[in-house]
């Protein structure tokens, strides 16, 4: 754009000698203004201030870049955070009982009382430390209450107590052999604990007072 002409202002009042005030204007668009004559000292420049192109943006765009560049450091930091720790998964522990030949099969339920009988217990870790868990086993005689809709239990004899450690993430499969003794036992009752058991366990709240636990249903003669 070609410079804008000096414009000559006279500056005064039709009774006072004018002063001729050049005024450099680089826009299209031309302000005129006009001060008395007394107000305006000998030796008085005037001068236009100029805002360079961008001026009252850029604070904006650096404060802007700032914050971009802020955000992409957290999302790295994020994602490496994620990558070195990641997410801790579900807890929980396997509990089975396999038949003797390590199958879900052919399990000990009908036999003559006071005969030794074998079942292979499994036990998996999932709790993310290594546990040391105690296993109890009850021979329990119960009955059907026809008039509660409901089992009750009539005895419950504890037939065994021991520990198994193990590690996270392993499974520890071992044999355990049993002798059911009255034969009015008719299920036996392998409780699982991931604490230390209770001293004295209700004989009606057995499956309520441990960590997991599994029934096999007898017939013994």
Known sequence: ?????AIDRLIGSPDSPSISVPVICESPLYVFFALPLNTIQPGTRFATRKEGPGGSTSGVARVLSLVLIAAVLVAVATTVFIVVVPKEGEKFTEFYILG???E???YPTEFMAGTPQTVIIGIGNHEHRDITYTVETFAVESRFDN???RSIVVSATLLDRFSVTVPHNRTVEQPYSFRVMGPDTNRIEFLLFKEAPPEDIPMDNLTDVSYRNLHLWLRVH
């Open 104 to 106: 879900a099969a052919d």
């Open 100 to 102: 003797p030949g390590g």
């Open 147 to 149: 008039a509660t809709n």
């Open 1 to 5: 754009m070609p410079p804008a002409p």
